[in-house]
């Protein structure tokens, strides 16, 4: 299956992410039938809290007059003393046009752009180097 996206995101997307989205849902068995969203978890099955890894990232679409939309796409990391848990490091919120950073809240204009390309260029490259399993689902 190929997605048709909305290119016009609001924040600055790189062709490359499209791609690696188109790729990641060819060969996965979807339901027959309409759906309107697609959510995608990119996992490194060695992450933990104690040895680090390469975060796990999920990454929600949906569906409006035909194209696909980005709605979030967020970085998760282990956070927390004794006992960490999974938390959300990065969230980029293509609605609202914001992105979150756990240590520094929600950021806008240049602040929330630099850190965008910053978090997507190292996705990219980290799916490049075949660091994650890809898990599908769709609503």
């Given amino acids: 299956m190929k997605l048709n996206?909305?290119?016009?995101?609001?924040?600055?997307?790189?062709?490359?992410?499209?791609?690696i989205i188109n790729q990641s849902l060819t060969g996965t068995p979807l339901p027959k039938g309409?759906?309107?969203s697609v959510t995608l978890n990119f996992r490194d099955p060695n992450y933990s809290s104690d040895n680090g890894g390469y975060h796990p990232v999920e990454i929600r679409l949906e569906k409006q007059n035909e194209l696909w939309q980005l709605v979030y796409i967020t970085d998760f990391s282990y956070q927390g003393g004794t006992f960490?848990?999974?938390?959300?490091?990065?969230?980029?919120?293509?609605?609202?046009?914001?992105?979150?950073?756990?240590?520094?809240?929600?950021?806008?204009?240049?602040n929330a752009k630099e850190l965008l390309t910053l978090f997507i260029s190292n996705f990219i490259a980290y799916y490049a180097n075949d660091c994650y399993q890809v898990s599908v689902s769709v609503d």
Wanted: charged share 20%; with cysteine.
């Fill in 5 to 19: 996206f909305n290119k016009v995101q609001g924040l600055p997307v790189p062709i490359e992410l499209f791609e």
């Fill in 34 to 36: 309409d759906f309107n």
């Fill in 84 to 110: 960490p848990e999974l938390v959300k490091e990065i969230d980029v919120c293509f609605i609202s046009k914001q992105v979150f950073n756990v240590f520094i809240g929600w950021l806008q204009n240049r």
